[in-house]
C-alpha cells in the first residue's frame, strides 16, 4: 500500500506564495514519476509538474513555467511543489500522485499515475 499525504495549501492573495509537500510511505516502483495535479471546479484533473524520483529533468505545464518548482527530499520519501506570483486562475485542489516511468520518463498523462492523496485547496483571491 501507498499513501501519501499533501500538505500546504490555503488561501492567499494574488502574487503570493505557497509551498505544498507531499509525504509517501514508499516509492511503489523502481522508476517512480511523482508528479503535482490540480483539479478547478467544472474542470478537468491536470498535470502541473512531475519527476522522477531517481533523476531526470522535471516536466511542468506552460502555466507554471517560471512561477512554480518541484523538489524532493529522497532521504524523507517528500515532494514538494513551490508556487510562487500565484494567480486567481490557480485556484484548484492540488494532488500528488505516484505512477511509474515508463521508457523511463515521467510526464503529465494522469492516466499513468495509480495512486493519489487527498487533494489539499489553494485558494488565490484578493
Known amino acids: 500500500q501507498v499513501q501519501l499525504v499533501e500538505s500546504g495549501g490555503g488561501s492567499v492573495q494574488p502574487g503570493g506564495t505557497l509551498r505544498l509537500s507531499c509525504a509517501a510511505s514508499?516509492?511503489?516502483?523502481?522508476?517512480?514519476?511523482m508528479g503535482w495535479f490540480r483539479q478547478a471546479p467544472g474542470k478537468e484533473r491536470e498535470g502541473v509538474a512531475s519527476k522522477k524520483v531517481e533523476g531526470g529533468s522535471i516536466h511542468y505545464t506552460d502555466s507554471a513555467k517560471g512561477r512554480f518548482a518541484f523538489s524532493q527530499d529522497n532521504a524523507k520519501r517528500t515532494v514538494y511543489l513551490e508556487m510562487n506570483n500565484l494567480k486567481p486562475e490557480d485556484t484548484a485542489v492540488y494532488y500528488c500522485?505516484?505512477?511509474?516511468?515508463?521508457?523511463?520518463?515521467?510526464?503529465?498523462?494522469?492516466?499513468?499515475?495509480?495512486?493519489w492523496g487527498q487533494g489539499t485547496q489553494v485558494t488565490v483571491s484578493s
Open positions: 514508499r516509492y511503489p516502483y523502481t522508476g517512480t514519476c
Open positions: 500522485a505516484a505512477g511509474y516511468a515508463y521508457s523511463g520518463s515521467c510526464d503529465l498523462n494522469r492516466n499513468r499515475y495509480g495512486y
